[in-house]
């Protein structure tokens, strides 16, 4: 059980790009899925979450106004759009499920703990 996270790339400062994660051996859509992103010499961090029915969204401060997290359950893909890059952007970029929120409410945005299931992730670099 795997997810694959692609839309990776180098972009210049003030780009944009659309990152996009789907999943292998299991169905996306029956989860909450959050984006977290891990920068050179630093801890994994949380950028974005969705619940299972997408109605239920978070953002973190690095990601607020700039970045906008979506689903398409019918297309089993989960999309986080980011405009206004930024060099501080640059990080390998990952995709999370939490395998819990298929138990629970759909509307559920899960606690970073939670999240059980990770990508290989994707590179997004952003050049000043």
């Known amino acids: 059980l795997q997810l694959v996270e692609s839309g990776g790339a180098v972009v210049q400062s003030g780009g944009s790009l659309r990152l996009s994660c789907s999943a292998s051996?299991?169905?996306?859509?029956?989860?909450?899925v959050g984006w977290f992103r891990q920068a050179p010499g630093k801890g994994r961090e949380g950028v974005s979450f969705?619940?299972?029915?997408?109605?239920?969204?978070e953002y973190t401060e690095a990601a607020k106004d700039r970045f906008t997290i979506s689903r398409d359950n019918a297309k089993k893909a989960v999309y986080l759009q980011m405009s206004h890059l930024e060099p501080e952007d640059t990080a390998v970029y990952y995709c999370?499920?939490?395998?819990?929120?298929?138990?629970?409410?759909?509307?559920?945005?899960?606690?970073?703990?939670?999240?059980?299931?990770w990508g290989q992730g994707t590179q997004v670099t952003v050049s000043s």
């Open positions: 999370g499920a939490a395998s819990v929120t298929s138990l629970l409410a759909g509307s559920y945005l899960p606690l970073p703990y939670e999240y059980d299931y």
């Open positions: 969705i619940s299972r029915d997408g109605i239920s969204t």
């Open positions: 051996g299991f169905t996306l859509d029956s989860y909450a």
